[in-house]
Antibody, heavy 119, light 107 residues
Framework: EVQLVQSGAEVKKSGESLKISCKGSGFSFTSHWIAWVRQMPGKGLEWMGVISLSDSGTKYNPSFQGQVAISVDKSISTAYLQWSSLEASDTAMYFC????????????WGQGTLVTVSS | EIVLTQSPATLSLSPGERATLSCRASQSVSSYLTWYQQKPGQAPRLLIYDASNRATGIPARFSGSGSGTDFTLTISSLEPEDFAVYYCQQRATWPDTFGQGTKLEMK
């Protein structure tokens, strides 16, 4: 069974940096990709970007290009989403997502990490 | 990017009734359409993938249909736990995109 376990909730101030994590298990970690999805309070879901678990290549939704960085440490089966300087508008729930281990379209989701940024 | 438009925005029904939710794509997504259920404070729960395939553990009252640009999620007989927000998602073209959601509320 594919499992994605995310790091805990964070409370930060504007201008601070942050790195949240998503640890995978139950699948070959170097297959396919992991994506990050944002959900602002009371709003819908937004696809931020993706990292290839085979070559660590990244691709960002233009709306998020330059605002965040996605990385991976394959030795510990963990993907990351990072900000160098948070803004209040980054306050949101963030989810990691990847394809199913047996059926590609059966996506698996992490439980979410709530990031709260105060000004 | 592909825009997904869900309708209605809100659907008010009673337990036992049939729910029909729609998702329309701005261009063809073939059958690469997924449906999710989301409750407050929770991650989206995968219901239907590739337009019509029920995910593991999803009750048979949930069904999906459609291809190309028009898709439907049907809940045959609503249970109290089905009242939530439902999203569609396409994975045909980068970036994956989501509909704005349909809130299914209890009448």
């Amino acid at each position: 069974e594919v499992q994605l376990v995310q790091s805990g909730a964070e409370v930060k101030k504007s201008g601070e940096s942050l790195k949240i994590s998503c640890k995978g298990s139950g699948f070959s970690f170097t297959s396919h990709w992991i994506a990050w999805v944002r959900q602002m309070p009371g709003k819908g879901l937004e696809w931020m970007g993706v990292i290839s678990l085979s070559d660590s290549g990244t691709k960002y939704n233009p709306s998020f290009q330059g605002q965040v960085a996605i990385s991976v440490d394959k030795s510990i089966s963990t993907a990351y989403l990072q900000w160098s300087s948070l803004e209040a508008s980054d306050t949101a729930m963030y989810f990691c997502v990847r394809p199913g281990a047996h059926v590609y379209g059966e996506y698996s989701w992490g439980q979410g990490t709530l990031v709260t940024v105060s000004s | 990017e592909i825009v997904l438009t869900q309708s209605p925005a809100t659907l008010s029904l009673s337990p036992g009734e049939r729910a029909t939710l729609s998702c329309r794509a701005s261009q063809s997504v073939s059958s690469y359409l997924t449906w999710y259920q989301q409750k407050p404070g929770q991650a989206p729960r995968l219901l239907i993938y590739d337009a019509s395939n029920r995910a593991t553990g999803i009750p048979a009252r949930f069904s999906g249909s459609g291809s190309g640009t028009d898709f439907t999620l049907t809940i045959s007989s609503l249970e109290p736990e089905d009242f939530a927000v439902y999203y569609c998602q396409q994975r045909a073209t980068w970036p994956d995109t989501f509909g704005q959601g349909t809130k299914l509320e209890m009448k």
